[in-house]
């Protein structure tokens, strides 16, 4: 099979973590016979496009970018840098059997494109707006919103990332259960065997004797990081030696290191920004427990990655979540936003005790068993093969109805407004 | 498979010019607190007030040390290019002679290196000679003016908002580390900036434009007595009216610049 995948983010840039999730994809599918071609952002200065691990990446050309005002705009113009390089790289490439859109970022060029070339539309949505943002959506979320409720809309099919967004999209953006699969993200262990001399690693952000409670993700509001300082503060008065690192960037980067402050809890927790492999892999193998705190998480992939590193796991029981960690086989998971319980949890599985190595080894062998890209890729191929079967016509839903309308005076201007409209209702031009 | 962190020698190359007790000072600080194997280059600007000797002496002790001896002092940039072009290693520093260093300062520097690919230049967190006060965490530059502003200037040595990794506009040349790749990429520094100011700005600003990143590690830290050299009357003379490299700078640059605050 051919397919276009558009993603706004490719490795090696990351801004969200998607430009992973979809290279590790399009390599496993591209391994097996499908033809990968990804279109994409530029990433500044080396905007070639190139063939990485089997998978033929095109890169927008953006030489002078403009200014918008605001980020709406800005989605909007790098869209329509998609769509040019579309036409110009689509000619010399041959027909392709679909386009394949990861998040409402890429909504508009995908839509173009796939109604110029005539080809079905699948859609992976990785997180939703509803669900992100808390409270009421400003003018710009909600824009998020409105356009991913029309991308599942207008997609003949679509991949949610774990059953928790599944729901989201039938129950609050109507998506059509009959069109909606469940494909999760997967891991690749190999990234995660990096060789590392521990103690000089840790020595830079810890002190010897130090256990280290490790967090990784960004830094914004649903992520929780918040009720993990707390429960932080809540254990350090009954344990010490301990140091909390938080790994990743984000909005509420500023307002953590108040909370700090506040909590008097400087000497205790490192940030680090964000960390790539194969560091990453070498901060997993420093702590002594990895937590996930999360308000909201569509689907929970630090979860995969601590389990398959072997580290003992202390969760929220938030969204795909509550579908990853299985309390007290794989992990711990306690309700979201309990600072109480995420304190307990932390302490139970601190001491590298019998029951938190058990946990740990039961977690590295279900992932491995459940997660792997192989695997990932397969059931992708299944979704394929059902968009293919079933396309969609595009806007079929939201077209409007033409009123019945007296017949016109003339013959000739019948039969050809007749076509037409045969054909534009057919072809969906 | 890679290793972490890196066990490479990392080279050091150091520029000096007269101001032998600071380079003493600088030299033993580096004997004292650097863990990963180095190598020293000492560019020596045709000084005379016994550098020569107290760097042959410090050669005999055994210290892994380089010195390249120039008649006449061809100024701050050339030099260190004279110094880059002896260097094969994964790991480069530029350090400014009238520093000391902390402990753990080279991994503080290198584990910031290693936390994503697309790093490629890292600076430490440099501190006021004798005081637990910030002098520059790497900075950022303004319109107009062209002006150089330092981030965290005057804050105190622990504070939380200069606790992090981040990304910064551009790193001190007073003490930089640079991957391979990157000198691979971009060669060594400027001369149009000859004799010195902007050229490490400069290096840092061409970096970013390959899509590099350039990084403030807070696990590293420098103390920097600043302008040692440069406030000697011979070298004063020559590096009075820094306008010449600013205009360059400007002009190469003034697209990239921050918006003005103040407007």
Known sequence: ?429 | MISIPDDGEVAIVIPVYNAVEYTRQCLESIGQNTRTPYRIIVVDNGSSDGTSDYLSELRDDGCPLTVIRNPQNPGYTLAVNQGLGRTDTEHVILLNNDTVVCPRWVEGLLFVLGLDARIGIVGPKILWPDRDVIMATGGMVFTRSGCRLPVGHGARRDDPRFGMPEDRQYIEGSCMLIKREVIQTLGVLDEAYAPAYYEDADYCFRARAHGYRTVYSPFAEIYHYAEVTAAMPEVRAVLRDKRGQEAIFRQRWAHEFEPDGGE
């Open chain 1, 1 to 429: 099979m051919r397919v276009l995948m558009l993603a706004s983010e490719y490795p090696p840039a990351k801004i969200f973590g998607l430009g992973r999730a979809v290279h590790d994809l399009s390599r496993a599918l591209a391994e097996g016979d499908d033809e990968v071609h990804v279109l994409t952002n530029s990433i500044g200065g080396r905007d070639q496009d190139t063939a990485m691990a089997g998978v033929n990446v095109h890169r927008i050309n953006y030489p002078n970018p403009p200014q918008p005002p605001d980020s709406t705009s800005c989605v909007v113009q790098f869209n329509i840098c998609l769509v040019e390089r579309a036409h110009q790289i689509l000619p010399d490439l041959g027909a392709f059997d679909l386009v394949h859109a990861h998040d409402w970022l890429v909504a508009l060029a995908a839509d173009a494109i796939r109604t110029q070339h005539r080809i079905p539309l699948v859609t992976t949505i990785h997180d939703t707006a509803l669900g992100k943002y808390f409270g009421e959506l400003d003018r710009s979320q909600q824009y998020i919103a409105f356009t991913e409720r029309w991308l599942v809309s207008e997609s003949s099919r679509v991949i949610a990332c774990s059953e928790f967004i599944r729901r989201e999209l039938v129950q609050d953006y109507g998506a059509e259960p009959a069109r909606t699969d469940v494909v999760p993200c997967g891991v690749n262990p190999s990234l995660f065997s990096a060789e590392v001399n521990l103690p000089a690693f840790r020595s830079v952000f810890a002190r010897e004797g130090e256990r280290v409670i490790l967090y990784v993700g960004r830094l914004d509001p649903e992520k929780g990081v918040e009720v993990l300082l707390r429960a932080f503060a809540d254990l350090l008065g009954r344990r010490s030696s301990l140091r909390l690192v938080v790994a990743g960037q984000g909005q509420r980067r500023q307002a953590l290191a108040d909370l700090v402050e506040e909590l008097s809890l400087e000497e205790h927790v490192t940030f680090l920004g964000y960390v790539a492999h194969p560091a990453l892999a070498a901060l997993y193998q420093s702590a002594a427990v990895v937590t996930v705190p999360s308000l909201y998480e569509p689907f929970g992939l630090v979860a995969l990655e601590a389990m398959v590193c072997g580290r003992p796991l202390a969760s929220s029981d938030a969204g795909g979540l509550a579908e990853i960690v299985e309390d007290g086989k794989t992990g711990l998971r306690v309700p979201a936003g309990d600072v109480g319980a995420l304190a307990q949890a932390l302490e139970s599985l601190l001491d590298g005790s019998d029951f938190a190595g058990r946990l740990a080894e039961a977690g590295r062998n279900y992932v491995i068993a459940n997660y792997s890209w192989d695997r990932v890729a397969e059931q992708t191929r299944r979704t394929y093969q059902r968009a293919l079967s079933a396309p969609k016509m595009p806007h079929q839903n939201l077209l409007p109805r033409r009123p019945e309308r007296p017949a016109a005076p003339s013959a000739e201007n019948v039969g050809s407004s007749d076509g037409r409209s045969k054909a534009d209702s057919g072809e969906g031009r």
